[in-house]
């Protein structure tokens, strides 16, 4: 709802705002001030959270890494403003059975929701065969992928 004020003198006091007419002279003179406030304040450029699939961001990393793009982690790191071990930890992800990671990129980049997260699938990169198929199972059945 949007509101208006409309003043008609220079002494007119409306909800809290006062209204002069001439700062350097005491004349008194008419004059017509309206105020729209909107309903609600919203933000400019208000931007959409997008969420990107770790196994592809593993895959761009590695790549970047391979075409000399950037020379190793390290670098690729300073590059992207991230520390050293957050590019080891989702390049790590590569590390994970080849099953899983298949069943990953099914979901796309980038992703509607935080559903698959590298902090969710780090505990699985240095398990037996047997907890990741283990994880392959959940995932399939939590997802029907």
Aim: glycine fraction near 4%; include cysteine; charged fraction near 25%.
């Amino acid at each position: 709802m949007k509101t208006f004020i409309k003043t008609k003198s220079p002494s007119a006091k409306t909800k809290g705002l006062e209204m002069s007419g001439s700062p350097d002279c005491s004349i008194d003179r008419t004059f017509i001030t309206t105020f729209c406030f909107p309903d609600k304040t919203t933000k400019a450029n208000q931007i959409a959270q997008i969420y990107r699939n770790t196994i592809y961001l593993a895959r761009e990393y590695k790549q970047m890494i391979d075409n000399g793009q950037v020379n190793n982690q390290s670098d690729l790191a300073r590059k992207l403003g991230v520390s050293r071990a957050r590019i080891h930890q989702i390049l790590s992800l590569l590390k994970l059975d080849i099953l899983i990671i298949q069943e990953l990129e099914k979901f796309g980049n980038p992703l509607k929701s935080k559903i698959i997260t590298e902090h969710m699938l780090r505990p699985y990169v240095n398990k037996s065969q047997q907890v990741q198929k283990a994880l392959l199972n959940i995932l399939k059945a939590l997802f029907k992928v």
